[in-house]
């Protein structure tokens, strides 16, 4: 009995959550402040290096609005600093599910590919970024370099066990 009036309880205050968001009819390009805030607190966590409560505040600012696609490319960069680089890719996503073209996500989400051993996907994130900023742009300078360097985790090598003794 306590399990289901837990349930009901998450259910009703899920459904009180999503009535008044429904009623509100906001852009797509109008992101809510909190969103924003949350997502600028955590770029400050981040750069301390404090990435656990940065991806925490990342987390509650795509709670408060889900199409903040900022708060996605913030989120995957704080993956790759964690090396958590398929988590990071998966950000990505999210954000060029939103905007294909997005640089930013396409940039960050070549750098994760690099690092996982996947150089050739990379390349090719790398020609579309070219494509889409036709003037150069930092991000593409940057990837370039990154697949130049090529990967540092998958290519680490693993320590050898111990040899067994023998008595």
Known sequence: MRGFSRLFLAGFVAAAVAVPAAGQKRSDDQIAPKSIELMQQARSLATAGKYDEAQTALEASLAVDPRNRAAYVEAARVAEKQKLYGKAI??????????????????????????????ARARDVLTR??????????QATQLA?????G????SAT??????????
């Not at 996503?93 to 996982?116: C, F, H, R, T, Y």
């Not at 970024?129 to 930092?138: D, E, F, L, N, Y």
């Not at 370099?145 to 360097?149: K, L």
């Open 90 to 119: 998966r950000f990505t996503n999210k954000a060029l599910s939103m905007e294909p073209n997005d640089i930013d996500a396409l940039a960050v989400q070549g750098e994760a590919m690099v690092e996982l051993g996947a150089v």
């Open 158 to 167: 693993v320590p050898k066990a111990p040899e067994p003794k023998n008595n």
């Open 129 to 138: 970024i070219k494509a889409i900023c036709t003037k150069g742009c930092p």
């Open 151 to 154: 990967p540092t985790v998958a």
């Open 145 to 149: 370099g990154v697949i130049g360097r």
